[in-house]
């Protein structure tokens, strides 16, 4: 069974930077695309960041534009880990993030199979 573990959340200053990683387990990475998602108070769960599985070694990226130049995703095969570093972080990047599963990078939440139970991401002065 698969199963994901979200950690690295916390309180960052706005313009700071945080990196939030997903350990992986129950099957193999490389089978896998994971994404990253975030939901604020009140708000539906979005999708941020996608990478896919593996392509004969290559991996690709995803990202939604508000994100993009600022956040990277990235995977570390040997330790099953995939991570979501977030730089020059915004107030409104505040929310529970997540990490999931699936088939191949989507949008949806619904295209995601397996989830983690979410970290918490707080932007304050």
């Known amino acids: 069974q698969v199963q994901l573990v979200e950690s690295g959340g916390g309180l960052v200053q706005p313009g700071g930077s945080l990196r939030l990683s997903c350990v992986f387990s129950g099957s193999t990475l490389d089978d896998y695309a994971i994404g990253w998602f975030h939901q604020a108070p009140g708000k539906e769960r979005e999708g941020v960041s996608c990478?896919?599985?593996?392509?004969?070694?290559?991996?690709?990226?995803y990202y939604i534009d508000s994100v993009k130049d600022r956040f990277t995703i990235s995977r570390d095969k040997a330790k099953n880990t995939v991570y979501l570093a977030m730089n020059d972080v915004k107030p409104e990047d505040a929310a529970v993030y997540f990490c999931a599963a699936a088939a191949r990078c989507g949008t949806a939440p619904q295209e995601f199979v397996y989830w983690g139970q979410g970290t918490q991401v707080t932007v304050s002065s």
């Open positions: 990478i896919s599985g593996s392509d004969g070694g290559t991996y690709y990226p």
